[in-house]
């Protein structure tokens, strides 16, 4: 950036600039393996009253279900995701039975691979795919690496702070690429110096034999299960731990956001010959970014903006109750505000290369005397670079202690030194010295502190309100994936934004192995082959099998009436205005009767109103809003009975299902505004989002015709309708009668469809005692109400449409 240490250091040491470092957030997550008493990974489901994994924001699994992934929310300084790991850690130990938490990064007795069990997120598709991608990590990886676990510090500073830096220093630059800028700033310098973190609090030294199908040259025995480096500091970090050959190859830039995002795009979207016939989500070099095992990333990135920075080259700290300590969250808080101020020169691949090469030196043989390290292009003592870095941090640790009093971050900065100067200070050697003194496996001694912190968090006093809050969140989380999972039966994952019916083809494209490439997402437009067959589709039920003017016919309610009643087909009387004063001027003729006012091309019933008989204000009203909506309007006569929708596809009626207008059924508790939420909200209506039911002035005013308010409380069973029109997207109830409909309705329904030249079209119908009457027929029929009625069969309608393209 623009700027030099010394500058920004003094342009922050100013009383107005300084408070502003207060201004950032912090988080944190665990990953930590559940053991059985005997100290063997778990083979027990996910607890039950730790929440669903798939939906417990605080709670969940990594890649085996016998993995814990726990996360707190950002925080102001770094006390509180420490605290508030702490009571996730008691409301943990207080609901695992005769079970433990495995204290190491590198994980405890494993019985053979097949024995690790993929973390399970239900039957949805989102959990299905989550599953499918913990698949691919382990035919890529190998499920030993993946139980490797750690924990991963999440920092950023408020739009604040940067808007401050973006004034003094960088004024021209757009704003959104120079908060970029800097994270990627500071993560090209964390990236350069990371071998001092893993040097300061590597903790992962030794392994149980189980870990390796075959003993590594550069590891020693030490009793009978573990394997060790007499020098190491993190296995975990090293080429032995969390490592794969495939991403060593990957030249992702962090220079500036557009070449990581093209880098990304690019190993997101390219085969892998190392992956090919794998399973997994694809056989690309990475299935999904979170794939992409970089010491440090970028995070959150929307609207072209870096949002916050996640650091992953954290090992856990077995000594520590939670995995981590106060020094070591606020040694790195204070190392990425260095990384930040000092200079961060764009990143080479060679260099790149280099800085990994000094990575699994320090990770394999840091505490060696006499390492070398490369720096600025030439070897240098590993120890003596690392005490200037950290003398170099000591100003920055000045600065933060001034905004956060009892932090300590000077204090963790002293401790760091202590570790330069005698290797045996680091926690490596220290784990290393309790396995010599104590005459234990690397096993043995994990199990000892599992149940040492055990009987701490058994111990310590919860803060009640957080574990309340634990309790009604993990509670809540089963009802979110089985809400979910309703869901997903009907809104197809990560194509939530598409028209319903058009996710039902999507689906239904892959029950068939029919290639599908969407052309326009917003248009719904899909080009759907197979073999040599090719059909282009949109929003479902547009096809080359239906005739442009077709289309045109049934858009014209007015045309559609006059072609089916020259086919012999009843439709209502009524008339066709071409102005306000026009249709007034005709009100004698309808005067005694009920009737509709509709816009003559509209959907969704917008526009339409219906007029008692002998109302001329009524009239005029409804004349009024139908000429907001179209050029022309219909007025016809109301006809009495039941509408039902009849869909047509290939000279079939394949179902029919009866519109109920909106309503709300009374249980003799709950006011109108109550009743209609609960309906809303339950997954089993199949409430589609945005035909939810509403109080909005055509409801509000039906009701007052009822002499009923919203908060009106109704009987137990009582019904009452928020709407005269029946159309679903108002909130209507799609109730399915398909086999309760004669068959010569049905063949009317059919020849109204063959009257307008079309394959496919709904058919509204009103269904007497012994007569019909068609209101009108449409052009690209929604499928979600025939799919997925309120009560009733479903109609797979989809595979209707498939079967008609010949798919």
């Known amino acids: 950036m623009n700027w030099k240490y010394n500058e920004i250091l003094d342009f922050f040491n100013k009383p107005a600039h300084s408070k502003l470092l207060k201004k950032s957030n912090h988080g944190l997550e665990r990953e930590c393996l559940r053991i059985d008493p005997d100290g063997k990974l778990a083979s027990t489901p996910h607890p039950q009253k730790l929440g669903s994994a798939l939906t417990n924001p605080y709670i969940t699994t990594d890649f085996s279900e016998a993995q814990l992934e726990l996360i707190t929310p950002p925080s102001k300084g770094e006390k509180r995701p420490l605290s508030f790991l702490k009571d996730l850690h008691v409301f943990i130990g207080e609901n695992l039975k005769n079970e433990l938490i495995w204290p190491f990064s590198m994980p405890c007795i494993l019985s053979s691979a097949k024995n690790i069990p993929l973390a399970q997120y239900g039957k949805s598709d989102q959990g299905k795919e989550k599953t499918k991608y913990r698949e691919g990590l382990k035919y890529r990886y190998g499920s030993k690496m993946q139980t490797v676990s750690g924990t991963h510090y999440n920092f950023s500073f408020d739009e604040s702070v940067w808007k401050l830096l973006h004034k003094n220093f960088a004024p021209k630059q757009n704003y959104n690429d120079f908060v970029s800028d800097s994270y990627l700033h500071m993560i090209r310098n964390f990236l350069r110096y990371s071998w001092l973190n893993t040097y300061l609090f590597g903790a992962s030294p030794a392994v149980d034999k189980t870990y390796f199908d075959k003993k590594p040259a550069t590891l020693k025995r ?178 933060l202690d001034k905004q956060f009093p009892g932090n300590g971050c000077c204090r963790s900065i002293e401790m760091q030194l202590k570790k330069i100067s005698n290797s045996e200070n680091t926690p490596s050697a220290q784990i290393l010295k309790d396995l010599r003194v104590g005459k234990m496996s690397f096993a043995k001694f994990g199990l000892k502190l599992a149940r040492m912190h055990d009987r701490f968090f058994r111990s310590e006093k919860p803060d009640e309100a957080n574990q309340q809050k634990f309790i009604e969140i993990a509670e809540k989380s089963h009802k979110d994936r089985e809400d979910i999972e309703i869901r997903g039966e009907y809104i197809l994952y990560r194509y939530e934004d598409m028209e319903y019916s058009t996710q039902f083809m999507l689906r239904e494209a892959r029950r068939r192995g029919v290639k599908v490439e969407i052309l326009d997402r917003k248009d719904n437009f899909l080009r759907l082959s197979k073999g040599r067959k090719v059909h282009y589709v949109k929003q479902a039920t547009k096809t080359s099998l239906d005739p442009y003017i077709s289309a045109e016919l049934m858009g014209n309610k007015y045309v559609s009436k006059l072609v089916l009643a020259e086919h012999g087909i009843r439709v209502p009387e009524g008339e066709l205005y071409n102005s306000i004063e026009d249709a007034l001027d005709d009100y004698e003729r309808f005067k005694k009767i009920k009737v509709v006012v509709k816009p003559i091309d509209t959907n969704y019933g917008i526009g339409i109103s219906f007029v008692k008989a002998n109302s001329y204000a009524d009239f005029t009203m409804a004349i009024d809003e139908a000429f907001k909506h179209a050029k022309s309007v219909i007025v016809e006569e109301f006809v009495e009975g039941e509408e039902s929708r009849l869909l047509v596809i290939d000279d079939k009626v394949i179902s029919i299902i009866q519109r109920i207008p909106a309503n709300v059924e009374g249980d003799g508790e709950h006011t109108i505004k109550e009743l209609l939420k609960i309906k809303n909200e339950d997954p089993n209506n199949h409430k589609y989002e945005k035909y939810y039911g509403r109080l909005g002035n055509v409801e509000l005013d039906e009701l007052k015709k009822q002499k009923l308010k919203a908060t009106s409380i109704l009987k137990k069973g009582q019904v009452v309708f928020l709407r005269t029109n029946s159309n679903v997207s108002t909130g209507g109830d799609p109730i399915a009668i398909t086999d309760q409909v004669p068959e010569k309705y049905k063949k009317i329904a059919v020849k109204a469809a063959q009257a307008a030249g079309v394959k496919i079209c709904g058919v509204d119908m009103i269904i007497g005692k012994d007569d019909y009457v068609i209101i009108e027929i449409n052009y690209n029929p929604a499928l979600q109400m025939h799919e997925f009625p309120y009560r009733g069969p479903q109609c797979r309608a989809a595979a209707a449409v498939f079967d008609l393209l010949g798919l």
Do not use: W
């Not at 085969?271 to 970014?289: A, C, R, V, W």
């Not at 000594?319 to 200079?343: E, P, V």
């Not at 990994?356 to 720096?375: C, D, E, F, W």
């Open 222 to 399: 030490h009793r009978l299960r573990t394997l060790y480096g007499e020098y190491a500091t993190s296995l975990r970090m090293s080429d032995l731990g969390y490592y794969t050959k495939v991403q060593k190859q990957l030249a992702i830039s962090f220079d500036d956001l557009k070449s990581y995002q093209k880098d990304l795009k690019k190993a997101l979207n390219t085969p892998s010959p190392y992956y090919k016939g794998l399973p997994g989500l694809n056989e690309n070099m990475l299935q999904i970014s979170n794939e992409h095992y970089s010491r440090i990333r970028p995070k959150a990135i929307k609207d072209g903006k870096i949002n916050y920075v996640e650091v992953r080259a954290v090992d856990l700290n077995p000594y520590s109750a939670i995995g981590l300590s106060q020094d070591q969250i606020c040694f790195l808080h204070t190392f990425l505000i260095y990384c930040l101020f000092n200079k961060s020169p764009k990143l080479s691949y060679k260099e790149m290369k280099i800085l990994t090469g000094n990575q699994n030196s320090v990770a394999l043989y840091g505490r060696k005397p006499g390492l070398k390290i490369m720096h600025d292009g030439k070897q240098v003592d590993m120890l003596k670079c690392a005490e200037k870095l950290i003398k170099d941090i000591i100003p920055v640790g000045d600065l």
